[in-house]
């Protein structure tokens, strides 16, 4: 059971900003730094965001992450249709000593 | 570029062991920053992380998997397994291998192409 939530699901239009939200209790220290993931339909996960906002090369600066206390969030800007895709939050939980992640947001754009 | 294979172990019974390997090549698997996964995805639901082990052998489980899962690393071949006992219908997955670092925190950015497992009598 994931310790991260998220939202089930979030829309928008081409072009408009949305947001996904990821909380929880594995944020339990001022070390935990959160992980972005997309996940394409049939695809491996790809890494959108790492330690709270950094952006791997390649990754257009549409995707922006933010963390703050027991809480991270994502961020895209300009929507595209390509952009349609599930996103996990994650992060190193320090007391269960492993990985947690968020249950995942389908992200639709209308 | 750091490339991963996972094998593919197909169709399994209840109650048998579930064994797969992470084949790694395109890069030094003796990079002593780096930690390697296995992280696995039920049909339409999300990831849960299995299992992680550094390079040097330390292990990570997941508390929940703990009981029936074995990570284990062969540097000299460049590859990692698990093995997970006892499967259930339940364990039937997507089963990804992935490499995270430079720390334990750090992000999975090299990931296999993932392999259906599929528990059934």
């Known amino acids: 059971q994931s310790v991260l939530t998220q939202p089930p699901s979030v829309s928008g239009t081409p072009g408009q900003r949305v947001t996904i939200s990821c909380s929880g209790s594995?944020?339990?220290?001022?070390?935990?730094?959160v992980n972005w993931y997309q996940q394409l339909p049939g695809t491996a996960p790809k890494v959108l965001i790492y330690?709270?906002?950094q952006r791997p090369s390649g990754v257009p600066d549409r995707f922006s992450g933010s963390r703050s206390g027991t809480s991270a969030s994502l961020a895209i800007s300009g929507l595209q249709s390509e952009d349609e895709a599930d996103f996990y939050c994650?992060?190193?939980?320090?007391?269960?000593?492993?990985?947690?992640f968020g249950g995942g947001t389908k992200l639709t754009v209308l | 570029q750091l490339q991963l294979q996972e094998s593919v172990p197909g169709l399994l019974r209840p109650s048998e062991t579930l064994s797969l390997t992470c084949y790694v090549s395109g890069g030094s698997f003796s990079n002593f920053r780096d930690y390697w996964g296995w992280v696995r995805q039920p049909p339409g639901k999300g990831l849960e992380w299995i299992a992680s082990?550094?390079?040097?052998?330390?292990?990570y489980y997941n508390p929940s998997l703990k009981s029936r899962v074995t990570i284990s690393i062969d540097s000299s071949e460049n590859h990692f397994s698990l093995r997970l006992n006892s499967v259930t219908a339940a364990d039937t997955a997507v089963y990804y291998c992935?490499?995270?670092?430079?720390?334990?925190?750090?992000?999975?950015?090299?990931w296999g192409q993932g392999t259906l497992v599929t528990v059934s009598s």
């Open positions: 594995s944020f339990n220290s001022a070390t935990n730094t």
């Open positions: 082990v550094y390079s040097s052998g330390t292990t």
């Open positions: 330690n709270n906002d």
């Open positions: 994650a992060t190193w939980d320090h007391s269960l000593n492993g990985w947690v």
């Open positions: 992935a490499r995270h670092g430079p720390r334990r925190g750090g992000p999975f950015d090299y």
